[in-house]
């Protein structure tokens, strides 16, 4: 069946130093992606989505690639902060499917002062 | 900046009973969303709406659980007959458009706790 995973369950990184946050999907056909941050006792929130038909896209401080050979995406976030600290998941979508958005596992980023 | 605002934000509730957990989306949104998650687990898509219709329901979503917009302003999710295992965060979101080109924006989740 279709799903979304997690390479890595919890990243420690050293503020000011860049973040890798990587994803494996399963399900070929996929139109697009999005990166969602949930910070404790808080909804998922926002940060970056790319279309299928995209390699690379960049935000603010945030850059989501996605290898549509491998199936993998990534989230690099540039000089990582200590309100970086959360859990972040990605999460796919298919355009017929209603915005059903099949979310991975997350993983829990900690940023050290 | 709106935000979908969802209450309550604990429910206790025994087992066998129903529940109703409510959700107030971004008022220009035509798509609403319920999603939940179960302590530690990833976030479970149930259902989207959209035109006072269901758009996608999951295997989760069966003949418990029910959704409706009884004004222009409320989307309730409604459990039947409460398990255990229902116990989970549940998730409200909402966007323009169903069709992946505007983000969903999530509420803050209501804690479900059955007894």
């Known amino acids: 069946g279709e799903s979304v995973g997690l390479h890595l369950p919890t990243l420690s990184v050293q503020e000011g130093d860049n973040s890798i946050i990587n994803c494996a999907y399963s399900?070929?056909?996929?139109?697009?992606f999005i990166w969602y941050k949930q910070e404790s006792g808080k909804g998922p929130q926002f940060i970056i989505d790319?279309?299928?038909?995209?390699d690379k896209r960049q935000g603010q401080r945030v850059t989501v690639l996605l290898n549509k050979t491998v199936k993998h995406l990534s989230l690099q976030i540039a000089a990582t902060q200590p309100g970086d600290s959360a859990v972040y998941f990605c999460?796919?979508?298919?355009?017929?499917?209603?915005?059903?958005?099949?979310f991975g596992q997350g993983t829990e980023l900690s940023v050290k002062p | 900046e709106p935000e979908v605002t969802q209450t309550p934000s604990h429910q206790v509730t025994q087992m066998g009973q129903e529940v109703i957990l409510r959700c107030v989306p971004i008022s220009n949104h035509l798509y609403f969303y319920w999603y939940r998650q179960i302590l530690g687990q990833k976030v479970e898509f149930l259902v989207s709406f959209y035109n006072n219709e269901i758009s996608e329901k999951s295997e989760i979503f069966d003949d418990q659980f029910s959704v409706e917009r009884p004004d222009g302003s409320n989307f309730t999710l409604k459990i039947r007959s409460t398990k255990l295992e229902d116990s989970a965060m549940y998730f409200c979101a909402s966007s323009e458009s169903g069709h992946g080109n505007q983000p969903q924006h999530f509420g803050d989740g209501t804690r479900l706790s059955i007894l």
């Open positions: 999460a796919e979508g298919t355009y017929n499917q209603g915005g059903k958005l099949i």
């Open positions: 399900n070929s056909a996929s139109d697009y």
């Open positions: 790319i279309r299928s038909n995209m």
